[in-house]
């Protein structure tokens, strides 16, 4: 960029040193005569089109026969010389200038040295415009067969080396979880008689009140009302609810006691009036009849002998 501005300031002083040098020529007007036409010796001889204007002027004021104008360099003893041969070269010169001016401002840009990051700037549009140009329709999907081909090899090589099960592993598999599915659901609904065969002798000589005193049952009790939802089975009330067993024996057998004290499916959750109801007599059982929609569904009562 300096040197850019150098060059200028070169060619406009290199201008004006010719144009001032030009201006020294004049017209071979008398100056007793360039008063009378408005012109000055100044204007004549520092401006071309004020020496026309005062040419065609002095024409008008003197009927005599026209003055040849001509651009000569007057000397020191007013004796006129050739006329002056720069100005018909000067508009060759200023053109052949400004060529070479412009050829060593190219020379001087080329020349200048860059950065780096100024060269990876320059070059990163022209790798974009190459990988742009390299990129056809045909080589994309080319490449996107390819990489199909290639999951699906590598898909194929992980299903090989993986063992394969033999129908006797799936049976044993599939019995497995079997007995692990009933050992939950006994360990919910029914009570194991080999881990609590000492509790359960304990259990026999206690009637039904006294069993409902204690811990265990208590915890139960939680239980079904938590799973039934807080909401009495027969009438739909949300409170004051009791857990009530469908068959109901006050002295329960020693064979029945374990499958049915503490099961879901034997007990029913119900507010204390259905729970008043249901024990109008001693042995009493109750059915329980479900429909789709739940807000539907009611347990019916009745007496058995």
Sequence with gaps: MKKIIVCLFFLISFTNAIQCYNGKTYLDIPESKL??????????????FDCKIAY????????????NVSHVIKSEKDELEEPSKISSF?????LVIIVCIIWIIKIAVQKEPQDEYYTVIQKEPIKQKENVVKTEPTKFWNDLIKYSENLERIKQERLKKEPVKSWDDLSREYSENLRKIEQERQKHYTVNPVQNSVKSVQKFDKTYDELLTEQEWYNFRNKVINDKGYVCE???KKHNLQVHHKLYYKKPDKEKIEPWLYNMDEVLLLCDNCHKSAHKKNKIKVYYISYSDYNNRKVVFYNQN
Aim: proline share 6%.
């Design 35 to 48: 008063a009378e036409i408005g012109y000055t010796k100044y204007n004549i001889t520092h401006s071309s």
């Design 56 to 67: 065609k002027r002095y024409l008008k004021i003197k009927e005599i026969e026209p003055v």
């Design 90 to 94: 000067l508009p060759i010169c200023l």
């Design 234 to 236: 027969f009438c739909k």
